[in-house]
C-alpha cells in the first residue's frame, strides 16, 4: 500500500515542478509551489505509516500536521506579498518583475 501512496506523493511534485517552471503568472507559480508542497507532506505522512523496521508509528502524520500547519501560514503571507506586488505593478506576469533582480 506504500507504493501507490509514494506515486500519487510523486505526481503531484511533479506536476507542481511543471507548473512552476513553465508558468508565468505569479499566482498560478505560487499555487504550483503549494502542489509540490501537499506531494512531499503526502510522502511524509505515507513513509511514516510505514517504517522500515517495526510497528508503525504515527511520527509522520504528526509533522505532516505540523508541515500543513506551516503552509498555511506561508500560503496567507505569500498571497499577501503577491497582492502588494501586484499593486505595485498592475500586472501577475513573472516576467516583468526581473528589474527587481538588478537593485
Do not use: H
Request: with cysteine; proline share 3%.
Amino acid at each position: 500500500m506504500l507504493i501507490p501512496l509514494v506515486l500519487v506523493g510523486a505526481a503531484l511534485f511533479a506536476l507542481g515542478l511543471i507548473g512552476f517552471v513553465t508558468r508565468r503568472n505569479l499566482i498560478i507559480i505560487f499555487l504550483c509551489t503549494e502542489l509540490m508542497f501537499q506531494g512531499i507532506v503526502l510522502n511524509l505522512a505515507a513513509f511514516g505509516r510505514y517504517p522500515l523496521s517495526g510497528s508503525p508509528t504515527l511520527d509522520g502524520q504528526a509533522f505532516a500536521i505540523f508541515l500543513l500547519a506551516i503552509a498555511a501560514s506561508e500560503a496567507a503571507l505569500g498571497l499577501a506579498l503577491v497582492v502588494l506586488l501586484y499593486r505595485y505593478r498592475g500586472t501577475l506576469d513573472a516576467n516583468a518583475y526581473k528589474v527587481l533582480k538588478d537593485s
